[in-house]
């Protein structure tokens, strides 16, 4: 029988696992384009003179994670000329995803929004949001098929921590390469903040090459009918078809959006309210018309009914089958709150860092490159003890800690530009955060069954951000509105009934806290 100190001894040689390794590097891969569409970029805007409301909106650029379940079945299913037959099914959408990534940024990096050109930022956002959505579903499913479950709490921490080193490169990397090069508030360069994206794109050569040197992992599909490349074909079609309906309703809807919302506005006398009803609206119709699409299609016999059935029914079928409606039901709620506190207050830290009077290097030294370390530190003590208390225990332990937290930043707020203080919020902030997520990752990877397990996974992880994102993209007006310290006593209140459902989630999953 082990020892507690053996026990002990042996997780924490697991951390030496070749697998385990790799998700440290593809970990880096994941995290270097997020910051790059939210907070780096907030403070590119804000620079140049870009209004407080209009940066946040760039959040919904990142849309493209809360809806990556939609193509994740074609990521899973669909080879790709020359890449699957040479890679292999994961390695080569890896490939192809790095490449587009690397492709949005350089775009983004030949885009100046002080000159007007913030559609064409849009663009590329959104193409870099889509992208990094896809390798998220590749590597997410290389990382569950690629170890069995008593090694996915190690691998999310690893992963974790490669992805805040990729956070930490395009955060405060981003920063102090624009400052370097002769950026500031009120001394706008775009000379600067070009040549900090371009060095950004390349960092992701790194991504590159672990794509290419690793080995793909064994394959755990079911045997099925082969399909022919014309029925992959017409799914891609689908998929087309069915985005482009969605942009066309959402950008056409933009003129009576606008009026709309000032007649609300008069009614309800609050204009986030109205903002939020309109946008949500139209965010609703623009799904609604893909959706349909996708149904005409296959009713018309343009794609393949079974090829429909086994690519996007059978997942969700199994996952209910498995859980039962009740409980099923329960569990995708959980999912699509546990973030919730984190992700709608991420979305301004950084402007709201910069109003307390914080300077770019400061931000990067203390929020970005101290705050990293602090964020790994979590998510290796979050490995480390949902391997010896078990997930459930540590997923309700980091909702306690991510809630409460928030409440640090009022008093950031109150006593303005401090070092002291912000060291003191960043370093229990971040703690909490990674612990959180190291346990809501290996959470989300027990509920995947592995015969799904792109698709499955990218249901979870695309609830987990859909509802804080569209949240978080009216964050700058809630301040405009109410104020810091008033915003960030909500952000803490949406945590506590992620509470309740963490509670209630151990009875059906049969598990004690």
């Not at 069915?242 to 009026?259: P, T």
């Not at 986030?272 to 296959?298: C, D, H, K, N, P």
């Not at 770019?360 to 480390?384: C, D, H, N, R």
Request: aromatic share 12%; with cysteine; charged share 10%.
């Amino acid at each position: 029988m082990q020892t507690t100190s053996q026990s002990w001894r042996r997780s924490l040689r697991s951390f030496g696992h070749p697998r385990v390794i790799t998700m440290l590097f593809l970990g880096f891969s994941a995290g270097l384009p997020l910051l790059l569409i939210f907070s780096s970029l907030s403070l590119w805007l804000r620079e140049a003179g870009i209004e407080r409301a209009t940066v946040t909106f760039f959040s919904w650029a990142a849309l493209g994670y809360s809806f990556k379940f939609v193509w994740a079945p074609l990521v899973d299913r669909l080879p790709i000329p020359l890449l699957t037959s040479r890679l292999g099914r994961r390695r080569g959408w890896m490939l192809l995803a790095q490449g587009s990534i690397i492709t949005a940024i350089v775009g983004m990096a030949f885009t100046d929004p002080a000159e007007g050109h913030l559609t064409m930022m849009a663009l590329a956002a959104v193409l870099l949001g889509f992208s990094s959505a896809t390798q998220d579903i590749v590597i997410d499913a290389y990382r569950i098929e690629s170890a069995d479950v008593s090694l996915q709490a190690l691998l999310s921490s690893t992963y974790i921590a490669g992805y805040r080193v990729g956070m930490l490169v395009a955060g405060a990397g981003a920063l102090f390469l624009a400052g370097a090069f002769g950026s500031a508030k009120g001394a706008y360069d775009y000379q600067a903040w070009q040549s900090a994206y371009l060095i950004m794109a390349a960092a992701m050569t790194i991504g590159i090459l672990t794509t290419l040197v690793i080995s793909e992992p064994a394959s755990h599909e079911r045997p099925e009918p082969s399909k022919s490349t014309g029925d992959h074909a017409r799914v891609l079609f689908m998929f087309i078809s069915a985005v482009v309906g969605f942009i066309m309703i959402f950008y056409y809807s933009g003129e009576v959006a606008s009026g709309l919302n000032r007649t609300l506005t008069g009614t309800l006398g609050a204009e986030v309210a109205a903002s939020f009803v309109i946008e949500t609206a139209r965010l609703g119709a623009g799904v609604a018309t893909a959706w349909l699409i996708a149904i005409l299609l296959v009713r018309t016999g343009v794609v393949n009914r079974d090829m429909m059935q086994e690519t996007y029914i059978a997942p969700l079928k199994d996952f209910f089958t498995r859980y039962g409606l009740k409980s099923a039901l329960l569990l995708l709620l959980l999912i699509g709150v546990y973030r919730i506190s984190d992700i709608v207050l991420g979305v301004i830290a950084n402007v709201f860092y910069q109003d307390m009077g914080f300077t770019k290097p400061e931000i990067a030294g203390v929020v970005k490159t101290f705050g990293l370390f602090m964020t790994i530190a979590g998510g290796f003590l979050g490995g480390l003890l949902s391997v010896r208390y078990g997930v459930l225990r540590i997923l309700l332990f980091g909702a306690v800690l991510s809630a409460a937290t928030n409440l640090l930043f009022i008093a950031l707020a109150e006593t303005g530009h401090n070092l002291n203080m912000l060291y003191v919020v960043i370093s229990v902030d971040n703690l909490s955060a990674g612990l959180a997520s190291t346990a809501f990752v290996a959470f989300l990877s027990s509920l995947t069954n592995i015969r799904f397990t792109a698709m499955q996974y990218a249901v979870f992880s695309s609830l987990m951000t859909l509802f804080p994102k569209v949240l978080g993209g009216y964050s700058g007006t809630i301040v405009d509105s109410l104020g810091y310290s008033y915003f960030f006593t909500f952000t803490a209140l949406l945590g506590l009934p992620v509470l309740v459902l963490i509670w209630q989630a151990r009875k059906c999953l049969d598990t004690p806290t």
